[in-house]
T-cell receptor, first 116, second 116 residues
Framework: GNSVTQMEGPVTLSEEAFLTINCTYT??????LFWYVQYPGEGLQLLLK?????DKGSNKGFEATYRKETTSFHLEKGSVQVSDSAVYFC???????????????FGTGTLLAVQP | DAGVIQSPRHEVTEMGQEVTLRCKPI?????LFWYRQTMMRGLELLIY????????DSGMPEDRFSAKMPNASFSTLKIQPSEPRDSAVYFC??????????????FGSGTRLTVV
């Protein structure tokens, strides 16, 4: 089946620290991979995406590389800020040859807390 | 673009009452999704539509839940009768395309439902 596994939180860091949130996946077909961010009281927002192996998605200083050999899509940021405090969700969208499916499967989310 | 619009933002209702949640997707998006978010179960996909047609409703928890999409610009999720365990944040999301190009979803701000 299709699933996403994220590291459990909370992840607590000091400002300017390096961030890694691990994400691995299991998928049939050829997934696209996503990171979404949810700030308190808000809906999820697309942070970055990658649609094929070795693609690197990046946005707002965050980046993640689609690693087919390790089935991973780890989120990284070189220097976090207090404003990055949020819940981060890894997700995959599965597609098939000749088919059309657009179903996103989310991980459980990882809470990031950045302290000044 | 106003984004995905959900109403109401908050709903408090008594057990046994009917609850209707509303969603207006982004114009031109052909997929619409209803998710439920709780601390215990995370994000659960309830149902999704493609071109106003329900494609997968396997996540709808019980017959008390129903969803409709009468046209491309409006969808409802109804719970009748409501129960305290239905308390959650309900998100609507929309997207364009089949997923082959890695289109992400745009989420609404959610409806926080409390059943007392």
């Amino acid at each position: 089946g299709n699933s996403v596994t994220q590291m459990e939180g909370p992840v607590t860091l000091s400002e300017e620290a390096f961030l890694t949130i691990n994400c691995t996946y299991t998928a049939t077909g050829y997934p696209s991979l996503f990171w979404y961010v949810q700030y308190p009281g808000e809906g999820l927002q697309l942070l970055l995406k990658a649609t094929k192996a070795d693609d690197k998605g990046s946005n707002k200083g965050f980046e993640a590389t689609y690693r087919k050999e390790t089935t991973s899509f780890h989120l990284e940021k070189g220097s976090v800020q207090v404003s990055d405090s949020a819940v981060y969700f890894c997700a995959l969208s599965v597609r098939f040859y000749g088919g059309a499916t657009n179903k996103l499967i989310f991980g459980t989310g990882t809470l990031l807390a950045v302290q000044p | 673009d106003a984004g995905v619009i959900q109403s109401p933002r908050h709903e408090v209702t008594e057990m046994g009452q009917e609850v209707t949640l509303r969603c207006k997707p982004i114009s031109g998006h052909d997929y619409l999704f209803w998710y439920r978010q709780t601390m215990m179960r995370g994000l659960e996909l309830l149902i999704y539509f493609n071109n106003n047609v329900p494609i997968d409703d396997s996540g709808m928890p019980e017959d008390r839940f129903s969803a409709k999409m009468p046209n491309a610009s409006f969808s409802t999720l109804k719970i009748q009768p409501s129960e305290p365990r239905d308390s959650a944040v309900y998100f609507c999301a929309s997207s364009k395309g089949t997923g082959r190009k890695g289109y992400g979803y745009t989420f609404g701000s959610g409806t926080r439902l409390t059943v007392v």
